[in-house]
């Protein structure tokens, strides 16, 4: 039997047509026009302003941590609960995390713990730089209430939505709300370029900045002059032709993601002590994975037993993200803890959830589920 995956690539038959197109005409660079046709492609559906297609997410967040004028020995917040690639950007920098804990209802930063760091680190005589929030698995997180805070003290957001496109907040695309905002098309995305990311945001100055940044900091000059210490962090034409592809099904994408959810509510439906994290009232996710958190008690069976279960079927499931607060690379820095997603790694798991998963496909997955359940109870 054939390997199922978490989420795997899903090809929608027109990338092939814009890459034959990059070949045909030469444009095999870190520029050309699939660059600039998925930029426009991308500012059209976030409806954010300007966008500069990189080579990664990380990229991406490492250019806007430049841009914030982080430097070594400063401070970032960071959302402990998500994947190294959020908070490994701070350390490029010589900076400082700081990371704060998640909350029940969207597992994403929480913002009472949020301000009772800054009020911590006030008194402590610690002004962060920035604050880069995540929206974990696509779930937006609580930015009402997230941005009131980091308006007051004065902290700069950084959105990374590597997870999150195509959710949004109250109609508004997740990534648009701070003061720049990250996507990833990494292979394992809801769409992919087989690797890549972006910066997006309103101000134009920025996103100017992080494309000049990104092609080695090349100053006017007909010879090669340099001011600024540069990258390369630039995308290929040949990945934007792939994304310029993935573009024109990235709503269909997001349909399939959403039904494979309600595809697992359906099966975990009678058994107890199975939870879905749910949309709150004004937002909408991506699901761009499927998540649920098991009580062993209730449910007979606890999130490894399914995740081997699962596996001996050759089916792909995976914990939770670790804590970031937990994990070895970064137990020196400082943490606030409530013990949220510390709870939610010991209990969660992540289930296939690719756009691209057949019904045959599907029905193993849920056989092999239901042949736990009826064991357990
Ligand atoms: C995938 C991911 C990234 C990194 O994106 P890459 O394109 O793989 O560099 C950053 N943050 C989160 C939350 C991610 O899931």
């Not at 899903?10 to 660059?35: C, D, Q, R, Y």
């Not at 359906?266 to 499927?290: C, H, Q």
Request: hydrophobic fraction near 40%.
């Amino acid at each position: 039997m054939e390997r199922i995956w978490l989420s795997s690539p899903h090809m929608s038959g027109t990338e092939e047509e814009f890459v034959k197109e990059a070949f045909a005409t030469n444009w095999i660079a870190p520029l050309g026009p699939h660059v600039n046709g998925f930029e426009a492609d991308l500012a059209k559906f976030t409806n954010c302003g300007y966008v500069s297609v990189l080579s990664s997410g990380t990229a991406a967040i490492h250019l806007a941590l430049i841009l914030l004028g982080v430097q070594a020995g400063d401070f970032v917040l960071c959302s402990s609960f998500t994947f190294s690639a959020t908070a490994n950007p701070i350390k490029y920098q010589g900076a400082n995390p700081i990371f704060i804990d998640s909350e029940k209802e969207t597992w994403n930063i929480c913002p009472k713990l949020l301000e009772e760091a800054l009020i911590d680190l006030k008194e402590k005589g610690i002004l962060p730089k920035a604050l880069i929030l995540v929206h974990l698995y696509g779930m937006p997180a609580k930015m009402d209430e997230i941005m009131a805070i980091c308006d007051q003290f004065n902290i700069p957001i950084i959105e990374d939505a590597a997870e999150a496109i195509g959710s949004s907040y109250k109609g508004k695309a997740m990534g648009t709300f701070g003061k720049m905002g990250v996507y990833s098309f990494n292979g394992n995305k809801i769409i992919t370029t087989s690797g890549g990311g972006a910066l997006v945001s309103k101000e134009k100055d920025l996103i100017e900045k992080a494309t000049f940044l990104a092609t080695q900091a090349r100053d006017e000059a007909v010879h090669y002059e340099h001011s600024h210490i540069g990258y390369n962090y630039r995308m290929s034409n040949v990945s934007a032709g792939i994304g310029r592809g993935q573009m024109t099904v990235l709503k269909q994408r997001v349909e399939a993601r959403r039904a494979m959810n309600q595809f697992y509510r359906e099966i975990f439906k009678a058994v107890p002590g199975i939870e879905f994290l749910n949309e709150m009232e004004d937002t909408y996710s991506n699901y761009w994975l499927s998540t649920i958190l098991i009580d062993k008690e209730q449910a007979g069976f606890d999130r490894e037993e399914l995740r081997l279960h699962l596996l001996k079927a050759n089916i792909e499931a995976r914990p939770l993200w670790k804590p970031m607060h937990l994990q070895p690379i970064f137990e020196q820095e400082l943490a606030y803890e409530n013990g949220c997603s510390e709870s939610l790694f010991s209990h969660g798991l992540c289930l296939p959830s690719g756009s691209n998963l057949t019904d045959t496909e599907k029905n193993r997955i849920k056989n092999s589920i239901l042949e736990l359940i009826r064991v357990s109870c």
